[in-house]
């Protein structure tokens, strides 16, 4: 069964403070997507960046960057500099080929104060 | 490109009544999934439908249903409603039907059973 953890329930910084998120997953798939999704109050999903098992390459997009490391299960999100507009809910989610849906984590909420 | 769209955006309804949501995708998108979003069990995928097919779907009761139309716009029906049912209801399209594809979210529908 596929579980995704994102063990901080809840982050808050002060705003230009770096911030990373952590997103632990399981899966007995060796091919999977894994995703990070921003909820701002409104309650839409924000999508934020896609990657898959193959590619372990960490991405960077500017203030945002994330981490994936196969070996230790983890994908996690850094914001650098953050600023107030930051402030959201935060989603780790997994997929897999087969079952076409998302499992998501039970979400961090990130408050930046200014 | 318009979003996807999500109609009603509020619904109050009161144990025993049933209800419609519907969701129209972003053009050009023929998958359609459904996730109930609650404080208590987080995100949670509900079903998904490709080329009016469910091809998909979670671990949710028969009061629990969907269809998707031609035009790949979707509804979902939850009859019976009872009080653990209120939740945000969120609609995500993607290209095709597959877990690798990245799904793009509406803005929701917030039930509220009284």
């Known amino acids: 069964a596929q579980k995704v953890t994102q063990a901080q329930t809840e982050i808050s910084v002060v705003e230009k403070e770096d911030v990373t998120l952590d997103c632990v997953y399981e899966?007995?798939?060796?091919?999977?997507?894994l995703f990070w999704y921003k909820q701002p109050p409104s309650g839409e999903l924000v999508f934020l960046i896609r990657r898959n098992s193959f590619d372990e390459q960490n991405e960077i997009s500017g203030r945002y960057s994330w981490n994936f490391q196969k070996s230790t299960s983890s994908f996690n999100f850094t914001i650098t500099a953050s600023q107030v507009v930051d402030s959201a809910v935060y989603f780790c989610?997994?997929?897999?080929?087969?079952?076409?849906?998302?499992?998501f984590g039970s979400g961090t909420r990130l408050q930046v104060q200014p | 490109k318009a979003g996807v769209t999500q109609t009603p955006r509020y619904l109050i309804k009161t144990r025993g009544q049933q209800v419609t949501l519907s969701c129209s995708p972003i053009?050009?998108?023929?998958?359609v999934s459904w996730y109930q979003q609650t404080p208590g069990q987080g995100l949670q995928f509900l079903f998904e439908y490709f080329s009016e097919t469910q091809r998909n779907k979670g671990n949710f009761p028969g009061r629990f249903s969907g269809r998707q139309f031609s035009n790949s716009r979707s509804e979902m029906n939850v009859s019976t409603l009872e009080l653990g049912d209120s939740a945000l209801y969120l609609c995500?399209?993607?290209?095709?039907?597959?877990?690798?594809?990245?799904?793009?979210f509406g803005p929701g529908t917030r039930l509220l059973v009284l």
């Open positions: 053009s050009g998108h023929r998958s």
């Open positions: 989610a997994l997929s897999d080929t087969g079952r076409r849906a998302l499992t």
């Open positions: 899966t007995r798939d060796t091919t999977y997507y």
């Open positions: 995500a399209s993607s290209l095709t039907s597959g877990g690798m594809e990245t799904q793009y």
